[in-house]
């Protein structure tokens, strides 16, 4: 079997998931978004793009025709393969999309693209909207998910997550596809108060925290560099014993819907003209 990735919020590992109540919320954050995703993708060929470990993928292997699950890092990928392994389940490689690029695949080979806590990694959002619109076949559905910016930061504050370049309100994720898809619809992810307010707490303190770093207008040198100092500094006093499972809460706790308040994640569902 290939090497475990490294067990980071941003790339969510099963065997990891249940080592802190924290990493175990965000693992079925990342869950909840893939069943809600099911309905949508019966029968059909589906791309993940930034499928991550692949973890997600692999559940919604024979819930439709086929799916593959591409990735821009090759540990990931590598690791997807050798873990996950049903039929109509592939695994590929790719580079940054970026202004000029494509992917490897033709042009309307999907009926279905689902992309989750990617888009605030992208540099080229628009490069990257278009190309998913490319891949889509005419009436196909395309579905993102992204934290949300209301519940995390300060007005205007740029990210406290050293990995996302841009971080989106309801209003803003929904004005990103309005110029290449149709039938726009946001939805919240939340949960039960008792589960999810120990992540309001610590996004709380984590914003006021990074503030130095992440005030409006930073340069992206500053925030950078604050924040990988403040994660070194952390990862000093992490020795630690994490909590193990069994944890009081389940999928069940989580839940996605309109106007859902306070809200983690922001989910947007859109389809391609056409059909």
């Known amino acids: 079997m290939s090497t475990l990735p490294a067990n980071t919020s941003e790339r969510v590992i099963e065997e990891h998931y249940v080592q802190s109540r924290d990493s175990y919320l965000i693992y079925l954050m990342h869950v909840a978004t893939y069943r809600f995703a099911e309905p949508y993708l019966a029968g059909a060929k589906v791309l993940d793009l930034g499928c991550g470990t692949g973890y997600g993928t692999a559940m919604l292997a024979g819930k ?7 990735d821009i890092s090759d540990e990931a990928i590598a690791y ?7 039929p109509g389940l592939d695994y590929a490689t790719i580079d940054k999309i970026e202004r000029g690029s494509r992917l490897r695949f033709d042009d309307a080979s999907f009926d279905a693209v689902i992309s989750f806590q990617v888009i605030e990694h992208v ?16 009436g196909g ?9 209301a519940t995390r930061l300060l007005p205007l504050q740029r990210p406290w997550n050293l990995y ?30 008792r589960v999810i307010d120990g992540e309001l707490k610590r996004t709380a303190m984590v914003r006021w925290l990074t503030l130095p770093f992440t005030f ?22 992490s020795d630690k014993p994490a909590q193990a499972g069994p944890f009081d809460f389940d999928e069940s706790d989580i839940q996605i819907g309109k106007d859902l308040a306070p809200s983690l994640n922001l989910i947007a569902v859109m389809r391609k003209a056409g059909a």
């Not at 439709?64 to 591409?70: F, L, N, Q, R, Y």
């Not at 996302?164 to 992810?189: C, G, R």
């Not at 207008?217 to 952390?234: C, F, I, M, V």
Request: hydrophobic share 40%; proline share 7%; aromatic share 10%.
């Open 123 to 138: 540099a080229d959002v628009p490069s990257y909207l278009a190309e998913i619109a490319r891949l889509l076949k005419p």
């Open 80 to 86: 997807a393969r050798s873990r996950y392994n049903k």
């Open 141 to 149: 559905v395309f579905i993102c998910a992204t934290p949300d910016r």
């Open 64 to 70: 439709c025709e086929a799916i593959c699950g591409v």
């Open 216 to 237: 409006p207008l930073a340069p992206e040198w500053l925030r950078t560099s604050g924040l990988a100092l403040l994660k070194r500094l952390q990862g000093k006093g």
């Open 164 to 193: 996302h370049l841009k971080e989106y309100s309801n209003t803003q994720f929904a004005a990103l596809f309005t110029p290449f898809f149709t039938q726009v619809d946001v939805l919240q992810m939340s949960g039960t108060r």
